[in-house]
């Protein structure tokens, strides 16, 4: 019987390889803010290059409310640009 991968072993598998990250969640009307948004993406910084990171929402927006879509996607880039600067200061 094969022996389960751990999670440390599997999450090194993306090291070097584009990744979108999922930090909005369409399956929910509220709408995150910057600082939700940024503190999923440190998160993943954990695992991913930073330059190799893509902020995503975590699946279509097509059955929430425009201005839902619209505030959710206003968050998901205030978010990244908190990361960018913070990154930049570095």
């Known amino acids: 019987m094969p022996q389960l991968a751990r999670a440390e072993d599997l999450l090194e598998l993306i090291r070097g390889k584009k990744v979108m990250v999922g930090a909005i969640d369409v399956a929910s009307h509220a709408i ?10 440190r998160k993943a910084l954990a ?37 960018r600067r913070e990154l930049a200061a570095k």
């Open 47 to 83: 695992f991913v290059d930073a330059e190799k990171l893509y902020p995503s929402t975590n699946c279509g927006m097509a059955p929430l409310p425009r201005h839902v879509a619209t505030g959710k996607l206003h968050a998901l880039s205030a978010g990244a640009e908190i990361i």
């Open 32 to 41: 995150e803010t910057p600082e939700e948004v940024a503190g999923t993406l």
